[in-house]
């Protein structure tokens, strides 16, 4: 399955921004997807994950609270939503699918990515 990466923008600070992750040429809605981040200078890291065979929702530390991810089975479509934005979450945002049903913040185990996505918040 390729995945599209959209949603990306320049927001203030306090903004909010919603991503979204298309699926295409197949399915991904019994799979776990998860989004993660490059910000300048810094490795890939895991942002947020959705598992496969629940819907349960996970996140990092220094997301949760802010961001939610979701899934909209009709779409085949993954979504995102950033609040209260900080100039630490600029980064370019990738999203990835994996065969392990409950998924993982481990980027290794994520068999398809979608191109990215830009996130600049600016102070």
């Known amino acids: 399955v390729q995945l599209q990466a959209s949603g990306g923008g320049l927001v203030q600070a306090g903004g909010s921004l919603r991503l979204s992750c298309a699926a295409a040429?197949?399915?991904?809605?019994?799979?776990?997807v998860a989004w993660f981040r490059r910000a300048p200078g810094r490795e890939r890291e895991f942002a947020a994950g959705?598992?496969?065979?629940?819907?349960?929702?996970y996140y990092a530390d220094s997301v949760k609270g802010r961001f939610t991810i979701s899934r909209d089975t009709v779409k085949n479509t993954v979504y995102l939503q950033m609040k209260n934005l900080k100039p630490e979450d600029t980064a370019v945002y990738y999203c990835?699918?994996?065969?392990?049903?409950?998924?993982?913040?481990?980027?290794?185990?994520?068999?398809?990515w979608g191109q990215g996505t830009q996130v600049t918040v600016s102070s």
């Open positions: 040429g197949g399915t991904f809605n019994r799979n776990a």
């Open positions: 959705i598992r496969g065979n629940d819907d349960a929702t």
């Open positions: 990835a699918v994996t065969r392990l049903p409950l998924g993982t913040i481990i980027e290794s185990y994520y068999d398809s």
